[in-house]
């Protein structure tokens, strides 16, 4: 069996970086693309892991960093998986967001992932799957429009862009809810408590909760779904 190759942007960390480990440890060759040049680390990791893992430096909102991404997806032979990952918030109530901040968080969280569907799409593999990460925030978050419209817009996106790929190419998102990360750690202790308290799960997520649900969507092991939304939140979004 051939090698299949990931390429999964924002992989410097986080949940990126931790679904570039799920994914090579399911025996995929990764391409790690991020405008933070700590993702040459982060390849260099897991290559000592012992696993196959290259690392693009580039920004996804500017020409040059597409066209890097795309060179090394015709260096790598093609790709089979697709993970959408990289995003940015710039939070405030509406009132003080100022338009640039409005444009960056879409600009990098919806713009980008179409820009660069577009440039890999003679690069993808017959039987590809592409996974945009949304977030639960798409049905809506205080102090967050910017955000809960780029999320909203990227599941938007997904499903158009399944129905103009199928059958070739899967394209699916993923919802993640609530994740220990630097940004939840961030939160002061009382107003974490208080939203663990909401999740049915009653736990914070993990990155390697979100980085599973990705990788089984990458596989063909969801090979009848195209179009749809993981959420990925502990039950968060059905509770009242
Ligand atoms: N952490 C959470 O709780 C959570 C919840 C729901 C959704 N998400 C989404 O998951 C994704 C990853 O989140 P995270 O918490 O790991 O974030 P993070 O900030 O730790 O990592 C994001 C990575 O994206 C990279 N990046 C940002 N802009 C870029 C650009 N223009 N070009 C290339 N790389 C760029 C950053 O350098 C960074 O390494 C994001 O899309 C985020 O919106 C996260």
């Not at 817009?153 to 919802?175: D, E, K, Q, S």
Request: charged share 20%.
């Amino acid at each position: 069996m051939s090698t299949r190759t990931a390429l999964v942007t924002g992989g410097a960390r986080g949940l990126g970086l931790a679904i570039a480990r799920v994914l090579a440890e399911r025996g995929h060759a990764l391409l790690l693309v991020d405008r933070d040049d700590a993702v040459v680390a982060a390849a260099e990791e897991l290559a000592t892991d012992g696993h196959r893992a290259r690392a693009v430096v580039a920004d996804l909102t500017h020409d040059t960093g597409l066209a890097s991404v795309v060179a090394a997806a015709a260096d790598a032979g093609g790709i089979d998986v697709l993970v959408n990952n990289a995003g940015i918030t710039r939070d405030a109530r509406l009132l003080k967001m100022t338009p640039e901040d409005f444009a960056a968080v879409i600009d990098v969280n919806l713009v980008a992932p179409m820009r660069l569907a577009e440039a890999l799409a003679e690069h993808l593999r017959e039987g590809a799957s592409v996974v945009n990460m949304s977030s639960r925030a798409a049905l809506g978050n205080f102090g967050q429009t910017n955000y809960v419209a780029s999320k909203s817009g990227l599941v938007g996106f997904t499903r158009g862009l399944a129905l103009a790929w199928a059958p070739r190419v899967r394209v699916n998102a993923v919802a993640p809810g609530l994740i220990d990360s630097p940004m939840s750690r961030a939160m002061p202790e009382d107003v974490l408590v208080g939203l663990v308290n909401k999740i049915p799960a009653a736990r914070i997520g993990e990155a390697d909760d979100v980085a599973r649900a990705v990788a089984f969507l990458a596989s063909d092991d969801s090979s009848y779904l195209t179009g749809q939304v993981l959420t990925v939140c502990g039950g968060r979004s059905v509770a009242p």
